[in-house]
């Protein structure tokens, strides 16, 4: 290429100790690199300082119009595979369009995500008529303070339409599902339902992070290994590659609680602790998944698990975003009970369930934030009360020292040993919170998101029995409206298994955490009864 | 009694719940009783309403001339029996001396404690000229904060000569004591003395603080049961009984440190805790003073011991309060090793000593400070940490419960108990202090007010040195001057005895309290751990 001038239109701060150059507005550069990638340039600035910037944040000095301003030095959303499908969406996906290497691209952390207006759910309703219409705010669901990964708009205009209720209720959606797909839901006993057992269990366990580069190390990023029991084939993903699936996840099962992803982070993400706690909570996501029977066998997550393919990947990412069975309409995959469900007592039951997840909630919250509390003063205040402990005595043995006998058995040294053993246990409480506190902060994490998907999936469920109702008050043929209705109880019936799922395995996940809470506990004051037993025996020694 | 008026000069409150009448400034009052006894008037104020209060708060309406205008209705000090020894003296201990009775009055926590300046240390010397010469600043000895008890006016002159030091020097006092009244000093090795053994050790148990009442119930106060090993007889002793004695170990034994009384305190004298708190340290203080060669044998001590007769009181009161042989003038019943001393060593032992003691002292000090820290924050910030812990396993328990299977087995009961089982952990956390803080704190405390009483010691060494070089200086003759050299080194061989005493009780005594700490820190992590694995258990079976 031939170098080229810009000017700088955006500071940008490089990041110290990588090849990134800090660009001042107004600057003028020296473009020497417009192949590296990934919206990044290589330039040079009038000091002879070379480095990489976004190239997003300058503007050719010749006749190239200038770009956008963007936030940062961010990939815009690719255009997706289907774009040809409504093409008034197109635009959506368009400009600066990356070439698909931005598939393995690395900086998924910061991607915006785009509430992406899915395209058959549009063009055939007036949706106004239900901006009015029996919106239940958000206040009705808690605070949603912290669920970004689960939060979703409650607006039930956005909801309803969005997962697909209005073209599932209506069965605009013409898809037909071969028999042996089917999701079979069984009834337990009247009001019990649940998603066909898991055939073949397996689990998949997620080691060591580590971190990756590329670009001649001008650009890391942290890769998890995961190993699927079912075949022992380590695959390697990052979190861009978590988070795009959490996206299918969401759109596709937004009928079930999809469990969250560990939050974004930008700031210290290459921090051990960072990652591995990161590590941790993917593995909590992980493992809900491959318990759940419908995530567990669905064709995105074993993709996901599975695939070790540049180009299958490409072509598996492409057919999981061309999707058609999203939202409600995943219930066109399921085969429920034909018995017809009863409204009032289906309307009890999901009120009395959304009562219960709203508590759940809050006491999930609370218990959550007392861990991380305790978590922190673990690692400050209450460490710090046995430093000063420790000092109190190691003072105290070294006043005594200068009279008494000195030597390793006598008393002076013996109240030093206690200050010691004060200091270890200050560093028992500060290595605690990795054994107990925060190994139940992550199982309460997750299910903070899961209780929190819940009430979306219950206005989902209200706004198609609204729309049925509608419809039934329409004079439908009844041919119609009996389809209308098989499908509203089809969806009850989806939304009573994943009720059912959910409570199954809360009790096993919530047993377990706290089981392994408590022998951790257990063990913390045992190790702190054994070290002060050993200072006792020093000091009867003397 | 004719009733008569009185103006009240000073306002008085009354305490609630008592017979106590709260007087104003200007009121006058009928009194109806004036001889309630011990500084009290019954009376009656304008509105009618009777009640108690302080004769010396008020003044007679008629000719009767004013009572002087004390804080409290206090009792002046008692005529000392030997006010007749030197006239002179006489004033001290006159105006309205009380009658006999006060000897067990009930308000000697907030007696006066006038600095007696003993007779026989006056009138032959002209003090003024020490008083610019060599005066050892407090500064030198710690801050002597919160030591009332044992902290003595450290100016060389006042202690100097109030504890006898230049009497003795000059062997003003001419006393003889029989020789098997003799205290016997025995060497060991060239640097340590040591008082006798004491042949037949006893302890002194303080049991059942109870609350006792006089005047029919409108003066109550609190009476400790002492048993003496050696007889078994129960006497009973309030604590204006033990600051009486301290007064005496303190003057008498100025040349060795007196353990310290706890502090006085007015306001809660009554609380059960306060009332506790005070046996534990006045049994610290019994411990020390049973401990103690010099002081267990000592005729005023075994007289406070065994003394169970009114009239057998008051005489050995007034004996011990005739003692003459006090402060420095105690060595006068020393028979020391006759070996001379040699200043330099004795000087370099005596300075290595008071930085030993300036340092231990603060970090006695300092661990004190942590273990009452500690022992408040047991009962407020961590048992709080622990209530919030128990209220979320609570609220998660509660939560669930209204969905899960109910019962004592089930998951939401058996999360539930955990929030029990943190709760009864914050109820150990606030009752522990009393197991192993506090007592620590009373052994520390006790050795505190023993440490801080070092620095005094050697200052009264250092005045009676200096008295010794001026006699020398002064061409003395030969044999006066043998005699005061001599003194000198008696002096010397009593406060190593003393410095060697407290040497070797400390180390047992450090000993035992770190054990009796360390077990019982044990006991309480133990405590713990048993009651998790209750809880571990309950949810292991649900």
Redesign the interface.
């Given at each position: 290429m031939i170098p080229f001038q810009v000017q700088v239109l955006y500071d940008f701060s490089g990041e110290t100790n990588t090849s990134e150059l800090s660009i001042n507005v107004g600057e003028v550069l020296t473009v020497t690199r417009d192949d590296v990638g990934e919206g990044w340039w290589e330039g040079r600035n009038s000091k002879g300082v070379c480095g990489l910037f976004p190239e997003s944040y300058v503007e050719r000095i010749s006749s190239a119009p200038p770009a956008l301003p963007p936030m940062n030095p961010l990939p815009v959303t690719p255009a997706p595979a289907y774009q040809s499908v409504p093409p008034v969406y197109d635009n959506d996906f368009v400009s600066n369009a990356p070439s698909d290497d931005d598939d393995w691209d690395d900086y998924p952390e910061v991607q915006h995500h785009q509430t992406k207006v899915l395209p058959y759910n549009q063009g055939s309703y007036d949706n106004s008529r239900y901006q009015n219409d029996d919106n239940i705010s958000e206040s009705n669901f808690g605070d949603g303070k912290g669920t970004a990964h689960t939060k979703r708009n409650l607006n039930r205009f956005s909801t309803f339409v969005k997962s697909g209720g209005e073209s599932y209720i209506l069965g605009t959606l013409k898809v037909s599902v071969a028999a042996d797909q089917r999701v079979v839901i069984s009834k337990h006993d009247e009001v019990t339902f649940s998603w066909p057992q898991i055939v073949n269990a397996y689990t998949v366990h997620i080691t060591s992070p580590k971190k990756e580069s590329k670009l001649k190390g001008l650009k890391s990023y942290i890769a998890y290994q995961l190993t699927p029991s079912f075949n022992n084939i380590k695959v390697s993903r990052r979190y861009k590659h978590f988070d795009w699936l959490h996206e299918r996840l969401m759109e596709k099962f937004s009928i079930m609680a999809v469990p969250p992803l560990p939050d974004k982070q930008i700031s210290g993400r290459y921090e051990d602790q960072f990652i591995e706690h990161r590590r941790l909570q993917l593995q909590e996501f992980v493992n809900y998944v491959c318990k759940h029977p419908v995530f567990s066998a669905s064709e995105v997550w074993q993709h996901f698990l599975t695939c070790t393919d540049e180009k299958l990947w490409k072509q598996g990412k492409r057919q999981a975003e061309r999707d058609p069975l999203l939202g409600a309409n995943y219930c066109l995959t399921i085969q429920a009970p034909e018995k017809e469900l009863m409204s009032s007592i289906v309307d009890s039951k999901i009120d009395a369930?959304l009562?219960?997840v709203q508590?759940?909630d809050?006491?999930?919250k609370?218990?959550m934030s007392?861990?991380m509390?305790?978590a922190k003063?673990h690692q400050g205040p209450y460490k710090r009360?046995f430093a000063?402990?420790s000092?109190?005595?190691h003072?105290?043995g070294?006043?005594?020292s200068?009279?008494?006998k000195s030597g390793m058995l006598s008393?002076p040294s013996?109240?030093t040993n206690?200050g010691v053993a004060y200091s270890d246990i200050g560093q028992y409480y500060e290595d605690q919170p990795k054994y107990d506190w925060e190994p139940l902060s992550n199982t309460l994490y997750l299910y903070k998101g899961l209780t929190s998907a819940f009430p979306e999936i219950f206005a989902l469920h209200k706004g198609v029995q609204q729309k049925r109702k509608e419809c039934e008050k329409n004079n439908m043929p009844p041919a119609e409206l009996n389809d209308i209705r098989r499908r509203n109880d089809v969806l009850t019936y989806a939304i009573f298994a994943e009720m059912n799922h959910f409570?199954v395995q809360r009790?096993i996940d919530?047993?377990a955490a706290?089981?392994s809470y408590?022998?951790e506990?257990?063990n913390f004051?045992?190790k702190?009864?054994t070290r002060?037993?050993q200072?006792?025996m020093q000091?009867?020694d003397?």
């Open positions: 369930n009562s219960f508590n759940l809050s006491a999930i609370n218990l007392v861990a509390d305790q003063k009360e000063k402990i000092e109190s005595f003072r105290l070294f006043a005594l200068s009279e008494e008393l013996a109240i206690i409570k009790s919530m047993k706290m089981q408590l022998k506990q257990i004051y045992k702190i009864v002060l037993e200072t006792l000091l009867d003397c």
